[in-house]
């Protein structure tokens, strides 16, 4: 057979030999037999391997691959920063949640400035009453007596009325216990930072900071590894994987992804509600109260499992959020052709959208979720009343206590223009020219009390994203 120096191989017409030769000049050896002497191995030379290490040597893959794999230090090192990182923001947001934590669970009831104005209007409209009275005493006088057909003690009523609330002494307000906070804005957040921080320091201020840490620790990894095994068992990509490279628009069945994505978060918002339960108590407790850690606390409670009464309220309050933020993209790709890479400006914006939308829709549920929370823990300890920083307001099921808390709890008043001569003695105040009317319930604002430092975070997030990484669509 013919060598490729000699020409080509008639056998082979197509062959094209190798560019890269092995090195051939060390002298063969002759082969020695092992066991029987009509079998014989070639012994193994160190020219191919050696000229392997070279060829592979010239490659350069420092741009695909790390030179060295990260050691135990460097990852115990990032496991800590990440979690520095955590705690930090916790920190940070502390104030803000328990003040929004506060005003949902607050009772709203009738101001003393309300019933101040209520009571001077009262007496306006007695003294209009007795001026009325004397003018009907005067034009009476000149006119012919006529015996009366029925007795008229109403104006003495109401003079002996008038008196007797002048020399009655003003009834003594109800003593409020010392660790009760007073409230004069139901929704301000700073006004309630300012009471909790004066009066229990700047230990009521970040109350439950350690269990929200591990509670947000946790049901992300619970999240994460609930979302695995229902990927597993339904045959499905990753959802939490396909976010890292697209969304689950790129999963051949993003119907059934959404689907994983949203029963893990429920999932594992059922599974810790006992510690979000705890959280709330001891947001809303005052810090003279025991026990203040969170495994007395749990220990405390009925059951470690989620109530069942809370578990349709808590599975839907943490599942809208996955629902809106996962099911977004998909609609703007698959329905409108609205794409991070050909439309980023209006992508983004639309994103910014839906994260809004899903902010005010969440707010009205976990407002009666924090309200559910304290009734069923409440109705546990029924022999010892539990004692918080505010009177904590009723939890009438999910449209129940929605309704209770816009028609029933508290009062709100609505301004408007009218003149003197429209106006009633109740109504008119006689000082400007506005008709001031005092209506029940809170009105719908009472149940999205804290939405502000979300709309913070939304724009904080929203314009980070921007900034930091333009071009990729602001996904946050």
Not at 319 to 326: C, E, G, V
Not at 438 to 454: A, N
């Amino acid at each position: 057979m013919a060598t490729p120096r000699e020409g080509p191989n008639p056998l082979r017409p197509y062959y094209i030999p190798p560019s890269i030769e092995l090195n051939t000049h060390a002298a063969a050896t002759p082969n020695t037999t092992t066991s029987s002497p009509g079998l014989s191995r070639p012994a193994p030379t160190s020219n191919g391997f050696s000229s392997a290490r070279d060829i592979f040597s010239d490659l350069d893959y420092s741009d695909y691959l790390s030179d060295a794999s990260p050691s135990a230090a460097e990852i115990t090192k990032r496991l800590l920063d990440q979690a520095l990182w955590k705690y930090t923001s916790v920190l940070i947001a502390q104030p803000f949640e328990v003040a929004k934590t506060v005003l949902q669970c607050n009772l709203a009831v009738v101001s003393d400035e309300h019933a101040e104005r209520s009571t001077k209007r009262g007496q306006v409209y007695e003294e209009d009453d007795l001026s009325s009275d004397d003018s009907d005493d005067v034009s009476r006088y000149f006119t012919p007596v006529v015996p009366p057909t029925e007795p008229m003690p109403s104006r003495r009523k109401r003079r002996s009325h008038a008196r007797h609330a002048e020399s009655s002494p003003p009834a003594a307000k109800k003593a409020k216990p010392p660790h009760k906070i007073t409230l004069l804005r139901p929704s301000s957040l700073i006004d309630t930072i300012s009471e909790i921080w004066a009066k229990e320091g700047s230990w009521g201020v970040w109350k439950a900071a350690n269990t929200t840490f591990i509670y947000s620790v946790l049901l992300k990894t619970t999240e994460s590894w609930t979302r695995s095994l229902l990927a597993a068992v339904f045959n499905v990509p990753d959802p939490g994987l396909l976010a890292g490279v697209g969304d689950v628009m790129d999963s051949p069945y993003p119907l059934a992804s959404l689907g994983v994505a949203v029963a893990a978060a429920g999932i594992a918002g059922v599974v810790l509600a006992p510690l979000d339960m705890v959280r709330t108590q001891l947001i809303l407790t005052p810090t003279t109260s025991r026990p203040r850690q969170m495994l007395p606390a749990l220990r405390g409670l009925p059951s470690l499992a989620c109530p069942p009464g809370l578990v349709p309220l808590t599975f839907f309050n943490s599942a809208l959020s996955p629902l809106i933020t996962t099911s977004t993209p998909l609609v703007l790709r698959s329905r409108f052709g609205i794409d991070p890479v050909l439309t980023p400006t209006a992508y983004s914006a639309l994103t910014f959208a839906s994260a809004t939308a899903d902010l005010f829709l969440r707010l009205p549920i976990e407002t009666v979720l924090r309200r559910a929370q304290m009734h069923s823990i409440t109705c546990s300890r029924s022999p010892q009343p539990t004692e918080t920083i505010i009177d904590v307001g009723e939890y009438r099921g999910l449209v129940g206590t929605m309704w209770h808390i816009v028609r029933e709890e508290g009062t709100r008043e609505e301004a408007g223009q009218a003149s003197p001569a429209g106006s009633t003695p109740r109504e008119w105040d006689g000082r400007d020219k506005e008709v001031k009317r005092t209506r029940k319930g809170q009105g719908v604002e009472g149940l999205w009390r804290g939405w502000r430092v979300g709309m913070w975070g939304l724009v904080g997030m929203w314009g980070a994203a921007g900034l930091g990484a333009a071009g990729t669509g602001g996904e946050f």
